[in-house]
């Protein structure tokens, strides 16, 4: 079966269909893996196969997972699926509705969850490399200020990552890593507070105080 390039959706409430934690990594293992059955792909994800039948038909009813033959089995027929596309992006037709954004957020919520669960069963496996001259992760957290021209140069960095992990599809060799990076404008929830100074007081000798210097934020461990 032949794949398109990519998808669009338009549909807020489709793309939440996408996103959820289980379904991102049945939708990752079918890109990998190619047409395949559920005992495959829960093997792929160290599932239950019982567990993904339902998430594979919601994934069909909102149009991003297809049925793709048939094959034998060892003990029956086996029902094969594959993605309609080979990557999927939004294109909503409301860019600044409510649902459209809370789709957003739903999406970050359930990477970060995925990426908090790779983490942890790599740790708990022993597969997390420590030493520097070996180590084979990479965090990294920044706050800082950026100007239009310096983000969409961040942009073109985040596709670069998309285009290395692409890559890593089609060739299958080393071992399987998860990415996730996250790029936002930062919002406060309460901004700074006017107040108005008191009257100085001449009988009490005025204080000097050192300025506080401010730095951005910077937490990586060997990015």
Same mark, same amino acid.
């Given at each position: ?7 669009? *959706? ?6 939440? $269909?996408?996103?959820?934690? *289980? ?18 792909? =829960? ?17 069909? /009813? =909102?149009? &991003? #997972?297809?049925?793709?033959?048939? +094959? ?8 094969? &699926?594959? #993605? ?20 957003? $957020?739903?999406? #970050?919520?359930?990477?970060? /969850?995925?990426?908090? +669960? ?20 990479? %965090? ?9 021209? =310096? ?6 960095? $985040? ?21 996730? #990076? *996250? ?9 700074? *507070? ?23 934020? /910077?937490?990586? %461990?060997?990015?």
């Amino acid at each position: 079966m032949n794949r398109k390039p990519s998808h669009l *959706v338009r549909s807020p409430a489709d793309w939440c $269909v996408l996103v959820s934690p *289980v379904r991102t990594e049945i939708v990752e293992s079918l890109r990998l893996l190619g047409p395949c059955g559920t005992a495959e792909i =829960a093997a792929a994800l160290g599932r239950p196969a019982d567990s993904l039948y339902k998430h594979i038909e919601l994934l069909q /009813k =909102a149009g &991003f #997972v297809t049925e793709a033959g048939f +094959r034998k089995g060892e003990r029956n027929i086996e029902q094969l &699926f594959d #993605v309609v596309a080979e990557d999927f992006s939004i294109d909503f037709a409301d860019a600044t509705g409510a649902a459209e954004s809370k789709a957003i $957020v739903t999406t #970050v919520n359930s990477f970060s /969850k995925a990426m908090v +669960r790779a983490v942890r069963d790599s740790a708990r496996a022993g597969q997390l490399e420590l030493q520097p001259e070996r180590r084979n992760f990479a %965090i990294n957290y920044e706050l800082s200020w950026l100007t239009p021209e =310096a983000f969409q140069e961040l942009r073109g960095l $985040v596709r670069r990552v998309k285009q290395l992990m692409d890559d890593g599809k089609k060739r299958r060799e080393g071992r399987l890593y998860l990415s996730l #990076v *996250v790029a936002t404008p930062v919002t406060r929830k309460r901004g700074p *507070v006017n107040r108005r100074r008191p009257a100085p007081n001449p009988a009490k000798k005025p204080t000097t105080q050192k300025p506080v210097k401010l730095s951005k934020t /910077k937490t990586s %461990i060997n990015p």
